[in-house]
């Protein structure tokens, strides 16, 4: 393979023509440049240069290595250009968060994307450990968690704060205990334990969901609110997903007396520096979720 350093060496000398000018250009001795010419002489076993005395000119070899090496020079330093680059409102960055999250930050990510559309988002679904495990294996950018990560190749520091809300069909205006064991209970993959935060803090004579008659299960957060809009039962939801609901008429929430909130934590592998586009994209999440939704 060529020597880059002894290319650009002979194709400077080529422009500019004599060996001491050449080796101030490149900041180096002039014997350093006769070196390189050598050098690259020898790896090609050809005469590049002719020389007349301090003079010299280009054989055919060397007319032929310098026409083909000035597009590999170039070809070279824009990948330099490129591999320095940090732009920060283009390229591919992917975020995963849990469902609730989501459905608040993704339409803000979106509405980025449109204002600078060589910014790219990928944004996924899944649960906290999901979250955690794609931060670790770079799968993703950024994270959001609803807990507290347990890898310490994960960073992460609170974002804010998301109210967990009891949620009953329309026809319920006092959600008293007797009311929920009628009404039973809709699960979905965090039901139990955001029912368990909330409703112990509120009834005393609540100690596990699974006192309720289970009425469902859904692991779609868009569609959990369904059956408690059709009247199958009770919910407890993070406050966003209950906001991106279609049909809030049929439906009633309930702000109980002791209110309760998850902490929402922003994830990043503590082992990636965070590049410009990153940075764009976890300022507008910041902004989007900073406030307590409504």
Same mark, same amino acid.
């Given at each position: 393979?060529? %020597?880059?350093?002894?290319?650009?060496?002979?194709?400077?000398?080529?422009?500019?023509? *004599? !060996?001491?000018?050449?080796? $101030?250009?490149?900041?180096?001795?002039?014997?350093?440049?006769?070196?390189?010419?050598?050098?690259?002489?020898?790896?090609?076993?050809?005469?590049? /240069?002719?020389?007349?005395?301090? =003079?010299?000119?280009?054989?055919?070899?060397?007319?032929?290595?310098?026409?083909?090496?000035?597009?590999?020079?170039?070809?070279?330093? %824009? /990948?330099?250009?490129?591999?320095?680059?940090?732009? @920060?409102?283009?390229?591919?960055?992917?975020?995963?968060?849990?469902?609730?999250?989501?459905?608040?930050?993704?339409?803000?990510?979106?509405?980025? =994307?449109?204002?600078?559309?060589?910014? #790219?988002?990928?944004?996924?679904?899944?649960? %906290? =450990?999901?979250?955690?495990?794609?931060?670790?294996?770079?799968?993703?950018?950024?994270?959001?968690?609803?807990?507290?990560?347990?890898?310490?190749?994960?960073?992460?520091? @609170?974002?804010?704060?998301?109210?967990?809300?009891?949620?009953?069909?329309?026809? +319920?205006? $006092?959600?008293?205990?007797?009311?929920?064991?009628?009404?039973?209970? #809709? %699960? &979905?993959?965090?039901?139990? &334990?955001?029912?368990?935060?909330?409703?112990?803090?509120?009834?005393?004579?609540?100690? *596990?969901?699974?006192?309720?008659?289970?009425?469902?299960?859904?692991?779609? +957060?868009?569609? #959990?609110?369904?059956?408690?809009?059709?009247?199958?039962? !009770?919910?407890?939801?993070?406050?966003?997903?209950?906001?991106?609901?279609?049909?809030?008429?049929?439906?009633?929430?309930?702000?109980?007396?002791?209110?309760?909130?998850?902490?929402?934590?922003?994830?990043?592998?503590?082992?990636?520096?965070?590049?410009?586009?990153?940075?764009?994209?976890?300022?507008?999440?910041?902004?989007?979720?900073? *406030?307590?939704?409504?």
């Amino acid at each position: 393979m060529i %020597n880059t350093l002894w290319l650009r060496t002979f194709c400077t000398l080529v422009d500019v023509g *004599h !060996f001491t000018r050449t080796a $101030e250009r490149l900041h180096i001795t002039q014997s350093g440049v006769s070196q390189h010419i050598r050098k690259l002489e020898e790896q090609l076993g050809t005469e590049l /240069l002719v020389r007349h005395g301090k =003079q010299f000119s280009l054989s055919g070899a060397g007319v032929k290595l310098y026409d083909e090496a000035q597009g590999l020079l170039l070809a070279l330093s %824009n /990948l330099e250009s490129k591999v320095g680059e940090d732009p @920060p409102f283009e390229g591919d960055v992917s975020v995963m968060s849990p469902g609730s999250v989501g459905l608040k930050l993704y339409p803000h990510l979106l509405a980025l =994307q449109c204002e600078h559309p060589k910014l #790219i988002i990928d944004y996924r679904f899944g649960p %906290n =450990q999901d979250v955690e495990r794609a931060i670790v294996d770079s799968k993703v950018d950024i994270g959001l968690m609803t807990s507290k990560p347990n890898l310490a190749d994960v960073s992460c520091t @609170p974002l804010a704060q998301e109210p967990l809300l009891l949620v009953t069909p329309a026809t +319920i205006k $006092e959600p008293d205990w007797d009311t929920l064991m009628t009404l039973g209970f #809709i %699960n &979905h993959p965090d039901g139990e &334990h955001h029912a368990s935060l909330l409703l112990s803090a509120n009834y005393p004579e609540f100690h *596990h969901s699974n006192m309720f008659p289970k009425k469902g299960f859904s692991n779609q +957060i868009s569609l #959990i609110l369904e059956p408690v809009s059709m009247g199958l039962g !009770f919910t407890v939801l993070p406050a966003h997903a209950v906001a991106a609901f279609a049909k809030p008429d049929h439906i009633n929430v309930h702000r109980l007396e002791y209110s309760v909130s998850e902490t929402l934590y922003l994830c990043v592998n503590r082992h990636r520096p965070l590049q410009m586009k990153t940075k764009t994209v976890i300022a507008e999440a910041r902004q989007s979720l900073e *406030h307590k939704p409504d």
